[in-house]
Structure formats: structure tokens, C-alpha cells
């Protein structure tokens, strides 16, 4: 069974920063990319960014594209999402995912992280 934790979210003022982690524990996901998606009340479901097993290749939503950074550290099994310039329309659930054949399909979520940005 695998489980994905995030962490991180939070309140914080458009301009600023946030840096969400995604722990994964419960089996290896080797040769699983990894990715961030979000979700504001209203809204659907909406791709966020993504990083391949090794870390060589990211991709990123429009929205975010230089402003977020996606990494992973296979060691430590975690992922992380960081967010600078932030702008009240990032306010969201950000969910944690992985899946073999991301970002057509993902296997795995985390039960989300709120992030809030105030104007």
C-alpha cells in the first residue's frame, strides 16, 4: 500500500513563498513520475507540475512556469513543490500524485494540503 503525505501548505500574502513536501512511505515508486495538481472551490481538478523518476525532466503548467520549482529526493523519498510570487489565484488544495503513465494517468494521490493567498 502506498501512502502520500503532503505538508506545507498554508496562509500566506500574494508575493511570497511556500515550499510543499509529499512524503512517500509504504513501497518504492521506482520509475513512477511524480506530480502536483490542484483544485479551487469551484473549480476542477487542474495540473499543476510534474517530474520524471530520475529528476531530468519537469513540466509545468502555464500558470506556474517560472514561479514554481517541482524536485524529488529518491534517498529520502520525497517530493517537494517550491512556490514563489505567489498570487491569490494559486489559492488552492494542492494534491500530491504519482503515477506510471503520468500525467495521462495517475495511481496515487495524498488527501491534499490547503494553500491560501491573501491579496
Known amino acids: 500500500q502506498v501512502q502520500l503525505v503532503e505538508s506545507g501548505g498554508g496562509l500566506v500574502q500574494a508575493g511570497g513563498s511556500l515550499r510543499l513536501s509529499c512524503a512517500v512511505s509504504?513501497?518504492?515508486?521506482?520509475?513512477?513520475?511524480m506530480g502536483w495538481l490542484r483544485q479551487a472551490p469551484g473549480k476542477e481538478r487542474e495540473f499543476v507540475a510534474a517530474?520524471?523518476?530520475?529528476?531530468?525532466?519537469?513540466y509545468y503548467a502555464d500558470s506556474v512556469k517560472g514561479r514554481f520549482t517541482i524536485s524529488r529526493d529518491n534517498a529520502q523519498n520525497t517530493m517537494y513543490l517550491q512556490m514563489n510570487s505567489l498570487k491569490p489565484e494559486d489559492t488552492a488544495v494542492y494534491y500530491c500524485?504519482?503515477?506510471?503513465?503520468?500525467?495521462?494517468?495517475?495511481?496515487?494521490w495524498g488527501q491534499g494540503t490547503q494553500v491560501t493567498v491573501s491579496s
Open positions: 500524485s504519482a503515477g506510471k503513465y503520468a500525467p495521462v494517468k495517475w495511481d496515487y
Open positions: 509504504g513501497r518504492s515508486l521506482s520509475s513512477y513520475s
Open positions: 517530474i520524471t523518476w530520475s529528476g531530468g525532466s519537469t
